[in-house]
């Protein structure tokens, strides 16, 4: 499979970037940019922003009770009893 990853299209693998950077997945290390000069230049602007984003709003996750607030405020706009 590293051999697909190598050979993925720089179009392929920009389309998950911001996804493996957001997961804090290190895309760094990912074949295609080992081998992709273009894609390791893009990779280290989008890691320097994911960065400074970072710093901006250090809490990534949102803590649990505002997942319940939202959920609650969901569950007061729509009040199907069994819905999941
Ligand atoms: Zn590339």
Do not use: Y
């Not at 760094?28 to 230049?41: M, Y």
């Not at 949102?62 to 959920?71: A, K, R, S, Y």
């Amino acid at each position: 499979m590293t051999e697909d990853l190598k050979n993925m299209t720089c179009e392929e693998f920009q389309a998950q970037m911001p996804e493996m950077i957001g997961s804090g997945e290190n895309a760094s290390a990912h074949p295609h940019v080992q081998s992709c000069e273009l894609c390791r230049a893009l990779l280290a602007d989008l890691e320097t922003i994911a960065e400074a984003a970072r710093q901006m709003f250090p809490v990534v996750d949102p803590p649990d009770h505002l997942w319940q607030q939202i959920e609650s405020a969901i569950q007061e706009e729509d009040s199907t009893p069994d819905r999941r």
